[in-house]
């Protein structure tokens, strides 16, 4: 059974920094598995943040996060990262990483749908 489990979320104030964690177990992702970060604030919708391939060779990023945040992997802990600079009252939310399997393509990597596993969520609050 496939687990991902988000840590490093909480409290910072605007301008402060977090690194999201997603550990994952109970299958090794091949170099064309995909991961990715989504949120979700209160009231919206989930939303993409950043997705990277697992070969680390490429990534995207929503336009709201280009130049602050930053997806990375550990191939050797089977862990992803996300790391979050000059965080803005805005990105409060819930923040889930995500997974799939076998390669996608383009905007697919932005698609809630496109995932086949999650993990729980990790709320990040950012305060002004």
């Known amino acids: 059974q496939v687990q991902l489990v988000e840590s490093g979320g909480g409290l910072v104030q605007a301008g402060g920094s977090l690194r999201l964690s997603c550990a994952t177990s109970?299958?090794?992702?091949?170099?064309?598995?995909?991961m990715g970060w989504f949120r979700q604030a209160p009231g919206n919708e989930r939303e993409f943040v950043a997705a990277?391939?697992?070969?680390?060779?490429?990534?995207s990023y929503a336009d709201s996060v280009k130049g602050r945040f930053t997806i990375s992997r550990d191939n050797g802990k089977n862990s992803g990262y996300l790391q979050m600079n000059s965080l803005k009252p805005e990105d409060t939310a819930v923040y889930y990483c995500?997974?799939?399997?076998?390669?996608?393509?383009?905007?697919?990597?932005?698609?809630?749908?496109?995932?086949?596993?999650w993990g729980q969520g990790t709320q990040v609050t950012v305060s002004s």
């Open positions: 995500a997974a799939r399997g076998s390669p996608i393509y383009g905007s697919a990597w932005s698609r809630v749908s496109s995932y086949d596993y």
């Open positions: 109970g299958r090794t992702f091949s170099s064309a598995a995909i």
């Open positions: 990277l391939r697992w070969s680390g060779e490429s990534t």
